[in-house]
């Protein structure tokens, strides 16, 4: 999908399947040779599947769409046919390997998807083949299809759609855990969160309107306010001094701080609590800083955040906590308090209170493109990779990047981790 | 009151006013002279009252009881006939001057009393004389009267005792608002409190027990584990490895970590969080450590806690607090909040389901050692000053303290300051 203001990283033309449905059986369009575009969209044969690569730590150039062996469900295991999938900031942080303990490349990133149930593993109970789910991964979403264990797996509400709920899990769960299980958000509170128009700032201010009189403070880029004022009380721009904004308007302060920034904004973001006030580190997107001096400037980001004397928050009566959802799920095993997180979100959806707000639709071959706007904060809402959706046109002189095509192709045939690494699209 | 394994302080035998009443006028024994004991109780005249004073920063040697002129009450304040006060590991510390910004010496310690409304300043509404009342009071809590703020001034149940009612405020509110404000205490939880027999421990026993399958792990001296077994679901001596303790019994940790100890323990009860749970620091009575070396000690104490990198909590899903009521109170002017949580709380405890446990009851001349006790640990909840009380006659063999009597004493005629520094009973 071709939007404004997002650079192209495709270097040629790329061929578009037309018909992006769920069985197009044998209609890839994989060209051989330098340079060649590969064309997107589609399950392949039953043995293989697209899948976006990451081939190492790095920049956009480190990602490409190629072909995968089809996954099968392990005992207890849903092997999903997955329709769409969602972009997080912690995907760019997976991709520069700015995050602690990082995988072995290459992989498929990814941590959330939705799609049809296609097979269960043994012991699976509660899914049929054929159900509409969604649900998070640990990597491996961004791909045709995905096997998950079914303690990450939970239904779509039926109106919702693939794209809906591939944006719900992370940013709605993050959101809701971090408001009601963290900070316990109550009548007449006061919440400030930045990135408000991120897929967990729209979050946060949709989740705020379900209780009554709650004041929402955001930080945004100026040209998203348009679109996003209506959800917050008070929007201030993301370069503005917000700490000397939200004291002008209210004096004591916030009773809740929601902080996906990190750095000199935690000793901020405290200042600004009210006694009895909460601060919540959820994310660390400063430390995305560029396309290459990632390892250096994580580690900088690291060592320079402030550390927090428990006296002082004794004296002043506030509290101090961080959230990672995927932590929660993957190191900590939280699976039947997210299920009971994603329960109470989707009564809320079918009561209409709550509802994912999509930026756009991206083919797994844009997924460069897609990055490229999140790290330029150009979203207004989630980025989703359509599975079934087929690459926009790119005209010659889009190109940014200097191809890296040829130099790792090889026959389809070879061993796994030939074909892993084997580029589909570049 | 004369307690096992208490030392006494006074040297001499005190005398003893039997009839410890209301109104006993003109009836107080001041005996000049070297080495005389005063006698204690009973309020004096109308322009003066008995109080304890804190003469300067340091040992049990510093506190005696005094005259002091009769505070009348200003624009919304209370004037109360003070019945009882409650003694505070607090008010060791402020002994010690082991508090930030320690007020001016010489003052009247405590903050929380229970008495009967005598007089109304202008613009008090809601109260009427006669009314039984507990009250927080930012220091002069142990005299026989005190003038309070309406805002920090509630209502005494019915059926609640004065010395219950001087156990109440400062203990359950602290309990309360670090459970239920802070924590979010709900059904299946378990929370670990230090100093178990205490006052604050008890409180936080009772308030578990409101909440349906909560398990409660305490630590306290072994010589009190048979008096509070029946409140807690496991109970630890304080000088075991209580990590391993809990550990053994619940290898996930714990949902909530009360820690009034400081120091060495922020890390340990960081450590012992489940996911999401949250550790609150509430107090510090590890800075206590003796008579005489106090801002020494304090420093250190200070220095040496560890301080805590938000990216961890981040990775862990932690949170850490910290709890001074008196500093919400007093500092942050949350006296609103604090009044909701008081009106909880009495209803608990009109229907039984809580009820302050009160260790022993002292005279205002015998505040020494009832300090002494709670510096010992010796007490089983809390400590009460009953301002009607008359002293325990001592046998000249209980001495252990040399007696700065004749140092100080003059003419109860003097000045207002002479009137305060003079001895009433040393």
Redesign the interface.
Known sequence: MAKEGVEKTEETEQMIEKDGGKEPAESNCVKGGGGGGGGGGGAGDDKEMRAVLLTGFGGLNKLRVSKKVMPEPQEGELKIRVKACGLNFIDLMVRQGNI?SPPKTPLVPGFELSGIVEALGENVKGFEIGDRVMAFVNYNAWAEVACVPVDFVYKIPNEMSFSEAAAFPMNFVTAY?MLF??A?LREGMSVLVHSAGGGVGQAVAQLCSTIPNVTVFGTASSFKHEAIKGSLTHLFDRNADYVQEVKRISPDGVDIVLDCL?GEN?GKGLGLLK??G?YI??G?SNMVTGETKSFFSFAKS?WQ????????????????????LL??LFK?G?TG?VKDVMDKLTRLYNEKKIKPLVDSLWALEEVKEAMQRIHDRGNIGKLILDVEKAPTPLMANDSTETSEAGEEEEDHEGDNENKERMPFIQ
């Not at 004397?309 to 506030?318: F, G, H, V």
Request: hydrophobic content about 40%; proline content about 3%; overall charge negative.
């Open positions: 602690d855990m299980e963290v316990n990190c935690t006694s009895l909460t580190l959820y660390s690291w955040v402030e550390k927090v004397n428990p006296i002082k928050l004794y004296e002043e009566n506030k509290v101090m906590a961080g959230f990672s932590n929660l900590q939280r308090l």
